[in-house]
Each structure stands twice: as structure tokens, then as C-alpha cells.
DNA sequence: ACGGTTGTATACATGCGAGTAAACATACGT
DNA sequence: ACGTATGTTTACTCGCATGTATACAACCGT
């Protein structure tokens, strides 16, 4: 038999959570839009009449997944505030699901018709930064850029570290938080005398 | 005449500009999958009929765009080495064309379809990137980190300059420089001996 | 005033991927 | 051994965005 990969024939509860997985697994590739049903199926090591026992459609698979991702990040790093703990949290979360961590920042928060699940995400991470930065630049485009950029430095950088292998995350989020700090320093700079 | 918006009737060529222009800012929202031909039209305010007058394909179209964001792109700064002088070098680019910019950058690098036109580009950042890492980092993960995170950092904080209005362009490439040296820096940190 | 160019309107063609249906196959519990 | 749950195969339907065809309208140079 030359068919050793997968064991077929799962319990229903078993199949949807791998189905999951290798969703994630697959839409974080190329997001939601150029990711084929067959590309899913393939990798769940199934038809795609399966996929669709069950979820509705591939639309709502996505919602699945990207609100699982959501959930388990809010879990660990908390929806409010960011507390001085939430990068190695980051770093957690990331590590525990690579692939829904790419595909969430990656792709889903660029993507129109799902941006209503990742814009409170982005959103709320914007404002944190903004607050944080309001004690050392004062209002204006510099405040604005910082506190843009330094949301998507955060997730890049995290990106990054899991693209590279995931060396230790002790180190890691030290480095992450010493970028943010260059950023915000850079922002903070004397005040644009020009010339 | 309750039509005052365009001006109908160009010349060949000029209507032709128009369109890239038009479907750059349109395309620049959500990217190529999530924009409809029209989207573009309207954009135009041309009809869709127009659009295949003068390109054969939305794929074409959208090629032709890239295309030619790239070769200004490398007119500016230049293709093989990044000199000192090429952040300022973005920056213009940028400020030149802030729609192709940001379509590049936010959404063609991350295109199936389209890969074969930016990841030229995106290797040679990187590798550039590395190769400057390289007399202060030991090779290992962590120049690996740094050499993948800087470039995102870059186009990434141009983006951000653009969305907070664009503000003193040298100051901006003074501290995008000084937000690159502040991860460099974090990845040069003493070894990892860890705790 | 005429011929070509540019644009519009409208209706249609087409392809591709999503989604469905129905008949068959086989593991598994009991 | 039997019935149910799980999965496969095959062959569909369907929607929708892309792409096309045709006839009409108006501007523009000469």
C-alpha cells in the first residue's frame, strides 16, 4: 500500500479540528482569495465534498479560523491593555500556531471582506501604541507615524523570528521590545527644528 | 450639466495614463483579487469597455502598473547596492507616487500571481540588507532575523510617513535610518548566553 | 460636411471555482 | 451480522466577474 500518509476515517470532532489546521495550514500560504478548495482538501488528505460536511462554505471556514486566532491571541495577550508582558506573549501565541499567526497578520488584515474580524485587532493595537507614545511625542504626524508603525514593526518582527527558525524567545522579545524603543526614540527626537 | 467630474474625450495616449493612474489608486485600496474591473472603470469614470480598449486583460493592466512601479522604483534608487542616499531615495519615490507605493509594497508582495515581478526585488532587499548585517552580526538565525525584519521595517515606515501626511522627508530618513539602526543593534546584542 | 477616433449603452458569451447531489465503499460499534 | 457514520467518486449546477460584440452618439481635424 503505497498510501502511508494519511490514517483515514476520524471521528467527526477529530476531522473538523484537523480540517482546521490544515486550512490554517494552507490559507497561510497565499490568504483567503488565491488558496483553492482543492489546496485545502489536498492538504487535509481528503475530497472536498468532505469540507464541506462540515462547514458551509469556504468563507465560513475562514471565519473559523480567523476567529479562532483571534480568541487564543486575546487569551493570551489580553484585549485591553498591553502590559509589559504582551510581546512574550506574542511570541507564545505565535509559537504555539505559526501558521494562523502569518496568515492573521500577514494576509486576513488585508483582506476586504474580512477586515470587520481583523480591524478592531489593528485598531485597538494602534491606539495602545498611540497612548504609550503620548508621554514622550507630542501630538502631530510624528505621534501618528510612530504609533502606526510600530503595531506592524511588532508583528513583523515576530514574523520574522518564527521565519527564522524561532531562536530563543527570551532574546527575542528583548530584541523586539529594544526595536520598539528605537522607534519610539526616533520619534521622539527634537522637535523637526528642519534644516 | 450635472456631469462636471471628467472631462470625456482624450487623446489615445493620455486616456491610457489616465487609466494607470486611476486603477494604481484603485487597485492601491484592496489589491488586485478585491478590485473589480468596475471599481477601476469608475475610477476612470470610464466605461469597462473602455478599460479593454487599451489593455487586453485586468491581469495585463495590473501588470503594466507593477511593471512600470518597478522600473521607477530602480530609476531612483538604484537596483544591484543600496547606497546612503537610498532611503531618501524612497522616500521620493514614495512622495512621487504614493498610490504605486503602497500598491507595491502592501499588496503585490504578497500576490500568487504576481510574485515573479516583486520577488526579485524583495530577495535583492534582503540579501543587501544581509550582506550590510553581516560585519556586525555572526551568521545565525539572528542576522537572518535582521536581514528579513529591516526591509519590511523600511517600506513599512515610508507607508506609515505617507498615511501620517508625509511630514519633513529628511527628518523621516533620518529616523527611519535611526529606527534601522535600532534593530540592528538589537540583533548585534552580546551572544545569546542567555539566563 | 465627412471620416476617423473616442466613448457609451446594452446585451451577451465564457470560464472557473464554489457548491450540490447521488451512488457506492468501508470502517466501527454493538 | 447489521446499521450508522465517515469518506470517495463522479458528475453535475450555479453565480459571478471577466471578457466580447454590436450598434449608436458625439467630438475633432481638415
Same mark, same amino acid.
Given at each position: 500500500?503505497?498510501?502511508?500518509?494519511?490514517?483515514?476515517?476520524?471521528?467527526?470532532?477529530?476531522?473538523?479540528?484537523?480540517?482546521?489546521?490544515?486550512?490554517?495550514?494552507?490559507?497561510?500560504?497565499?490568504?483567503?482569495?488565491?488558496?483553492?478548495?482543492?489546496?485545502?482538501?489536498?492538504?487535509?488528505?481528503?475530497?472536498?465534498?468532505?469540507?464541506?460536511?462540515?462547514?458551509?462554505?469556504?468563507?465560513?471556514?475562514?471565519?473559523?479560523?480567523?476567529?479562532?486566532?483571534?480568541? *487564543? !491571541?486575546?487569551? /493570551?495577550?489580553? @484585549?485591553?491593555?498591553? &502590559?509589559?508582558?504582551?510581546?512574550?506573549?506574542? %511570541?507564545? =501565541? #505565535? +509559537?504555539?500556531?505559526?501558521?494562523?499567526? *502569518? !496568515?492573521?497578520? /500577514?494576509?486576513? @488584515?488585508?483582506?476586504? &471582506?474580512?477586515?470587520?474580524?481583523?480591524?478592531? %485587532?489593528? =485598531? #485597538? +493595537?494602534?491606539?495602545?501604541?498611540?497612548?504609550? !507614545?503620548?508621554?514622550?511625542?507630542?501630538?502631530?504626524?510624528?505621534?501618528?507615524?510612530?504609533?502606526?508603525?510600530?503595531?506592524?514593526?511588532?508583528?513583523?518582527?515576530?514574523?520574522?523570528?518564527?521565519?527564522?527558525?524561532?531562536?530563543?524567545?527570551?532574546?527575542?522579545?528583548?530584541?523586539?521590545?529594544?526595536?520598539?524603543?528605537?522607534?519610539?526614540?526616533?520619534?521622539?527626537?527634537?522637535?523637526?527644528?528642519?534644516?
Amino acid at each position: 500500500m503505497p498510501q502511508p500518509a494519511a490514517r483515514t476515517r476520524l471521528p467527526r470532532a477529530e476531522r473538523r479540528a484537523q480540517i482546521l489546521t490544515a486550512a490554517t495550514r494552507a490559507f497561510a500560504r497565499h490568504g483567503f482569495a488565491d488558496t483553492g478548495l482543492d489546496e485545502i482538501a489536498e492538504e487535509a488528505g481528503v475530497t472536498r465534498v468532505v469540507l464541506y460536511r462540515h462547514f458551509d462554505s469556504k468563507a465560513e471556514l475562514y471565519r473559523t479560523i480567523l476567529d479562532q486566532a483571534c480568541s *487564543r !491571541l486575546a487569551e /493570551r495577550v489580553g @484585549t485591553d491593555d498591553f &502590559e509589559d508582558d504582551a510581546i512574550p506573549a506574542l %511570541l507564545g =501565541a #505565535a +509559537a504555539e500556531d505559526p501558521d494562523a499567526f *502569518r !496568515l492573521l497578520f /500577514r494576509f486576513a @488584515t488585508r483582506e476586504r &471582506e474580512f477586515q470587520d474580524l481583523t480591524d478592531s %485587532l489593528s =485598531a #485597538a +493595537a494602534v491606539t495602545v501604541a498611540r497612548s504609550n !507614545l503620548a508621554k514622550q511625542i507630542p501630538d502631530g504626524p510624528w505621534l501618528d507615524w510612530a504609533a502606526q508603525l510600530i503595531p506592524t514593526l511588532t508583528t513583523d518582527a515576530v514574523i520574522a523570528w518564527l521565519d527564522s527558525g524561532q531562536p530563543d524567545p527570551d532574546t527575542a522579545a528583548e530584541r523586539i521590545r529594544a526595536a520598539i524603543h528605537g522607534i519610539s526614540q526616533a520619534a521622539a527626537q527634537p522637535p523637526p527644528s528642519s534644516s
